[in-house]
């Protein structure tokens, strides 16, 4: 009887063991891949969110310079058809007033 209390007694103390180690290294493995793919999910979401900007940005940039460079260009070129008119009329004025006879 003694014998079969102490063996009963072991094998129930060791079997409970057993499954508080396998249950803690379950839940421990568990763990580790939850805040692993946690980890690697926020990693994935930064990039694309960074790619994401970056591009938003080198696009509003080019928008802005092409917008900058056709509202420019053609100003520039009226000021510069405008101020070569406006010259050349004073001097066709100018000198149409020094061939009058007065």
Do not use: E, G, Q, R
Not at 62 to 72: D, E, G, N, R
């Amino acid at each position: 009887i003694h014998v079969t209390m102490v063996t009963l007694l072991h094998v129930t103390i060791v079997t409970l063991l057993h499954i508080t180690m396998v249950t803690l290294l379950h839940v421990t493995m568990v763990n580790v891949t939850m805040v692993t793919l946690h980890h690697v999910t926020l990693l994935h979401i930064t990039k694309v969110t960074l790619h994401h900007v970056t591009m938003v940005t080198l696009l509003h940039t080019m928008v802005t310079l092409l917008h900058v460079t056709m509202v420019t260009l053609p100003h520039v070129a009226m000021v510069a058809l405008l101020n070569v008119t406006m010259v050349t009329l004073h001097h066709v004025t100018m000198v149409t007033l020094s061939m009058l006879p007065w």
